[in-house]
């Protein structure tokens, strides 16, 4: 983790923590130059780094139907909370003017069709005379040409069939999957209005497979960035909030979520997790927060973060190095230290021993406190 970057998480964490010390006094002094100080002791055990987001839980398949075709709802075969499956009749709209369509197209093709089979018995009769020399070229030419004219005209006549077939489906919405409807989102006689690029169209039903379900969560990139697929979650819901449930992450965005631009904002990614096991309580669409397990340690030293302060480096006064203040005998040690993970509120740590005592407050005491420098521990 790059120091900069570590401190800007830090002082997100300690903000409460820094205001809750600045009130209770910063380093007071002591009689004889001595400065009280809050301590805490470098501890042992399992430490978890963990990324946090917000979402909304949603079916494992989702599938919203929007309107194809204009036209008003004449028939709405299910309601909110219905079984369906795949092919299954969702809803109709008036079909009056697309059946009378697919009529006219029909006939506008068999006449046609007739057409061109006059137009090939003439050319084919023209044929015979003209191979006769009972007919001239011209004539032969313009009954090939009237042939080829009325075999067009049956083509076109195919087409239209097809196109007033295909609006006669758009009339007829099935569902696409498997599942549960979970929105309806129009009654009969509303009219449904097909989306334009400027303007959506009209939602009319939504579809979930439930059977297993999905959290998609929002991260801001600091948080993103340690996320990868495979990684354990633990899930909690607004709904329930003395329940806890388990997931994996199935996949993490490449590209910010639309509607971020540069400039306007932090940027935040869409992660996708696997909820396991289910419950009959759980709906599609209920508030979750998450917390994403990026990195673990079964046993290591870790100090609270607030222990850990940032120090001019003696070899390069443009950098900072990372030092925690020790206390042995009522005295002072600056102790260069690695960070490592870190944790809710405490942070992995090397150069230290367990059971080292250190120095975790005030604020003030933490930036000004030196070497050799005496303190004692504030009274509880």
């Not at 080829?148 to 295909?166: K, N, P, S, T, Y």
């Not at 009654?187 to 334009?196: D, K, Q």
Request: hydrophobic residues 45%; glycine residues 10%; proline residues 3%.
């Amino acid at each position: 983790m790059a120091l900069g970057r570590r401190w800007k998480v830090v002082l997100i964490i300690l903000v409460p923590l820094i205001i809750i010390l600045v009130l209770c006094g910063q380093g007071k002094r002591g009689s004889g130059g001595v400065t009280e100080v809050q301590i805490a002791t470098v501890e042992s055990g399992p430490l978890e780094e963990r990324a946090t987001g917000s979402g909304n839980l949603e079916g494992a398949s989702r599938v919203e139907i929007s309107a194809s075709a204009m036209g008003l709802i004449d028939t709405i075969a299910v309601s909110e909370g219905d079984t369906v499956a795949a092919g299954d009749l969702l809803l109709r709209l008036e079909q009056d003017q697309a059946l009378a369509g697919v009529d006219q197209a029909s006939a506008g093709s068999l006449s046609s069709w007739v057409a061109w089979e006059q137009a090939d018995r003439t050319r084919d009769r023209m044929t015979e005379l003209w191979e006769a020399s009972l007919a001239s070229e011209e004539e032969y030419r313009s009954a090939r040409e009237a042939a080829q004219i009325a075999w067009a005209g049956v083509l076109r006549a195919r087409a239209a069939v097809d196109m007033a077939e295909d609006a006669l489906s758009r009339t007829v919405y099935t569902s696409p999957l498997a599942g549960v409807v979970t929105a309806v989102n129009i009654e009969e006689g509303e009219m449904a209005v097909v989306g334009t690029m400027n303007n959506p169209g009209t939602v009319l039903m939504t579809v979930e497979d439930l059977s297993s379900l999905l959290v998609r969560v929002t991260m801001v990139e600091s948080e993103v960035v340690n996320v990868t697929r495979g990684m354990d979650v633990d899930v909690e819901l607004d709904a329930l909030p003395d329940t806890s449930f388990s997931g994996e992450v199935i996949s993490v965005g490449l590209a910010a979520i639309s509607g971020y631009q540069a400039g306007s904002g932090v940027p935040e990614y869409e992660v996708l997790i696997e909820l396991s096991g289910s419950d009959p309580r759980l709906r599609s669409g209920m508030s979750t927060s998450v917390e994403i397990v990026t990195d673990r340690r079964d046993d290591c030293l870790h100090v609270p973060v607030q222990c850990i302060v940032p120090r001019p480096d003696p070899a390069d006064s443009t950098e900072d190095v990372e030092v925690v203040l020790r206390v042995s005998s009522g005295e002072i040690t600056e102790v260069p230290v690695t960070a490592g993970i870190m944790g809710m509120m405490d942070m992995e740590i090397t150069g230290v021993t367990r059971g080292d005592t250190l120095v975790a407050g005030p604020l003030d005491a933490l930036r000004k406190l030196e070497t050799g420098d005496r303190v004692v521990v504030e009274d509880d």
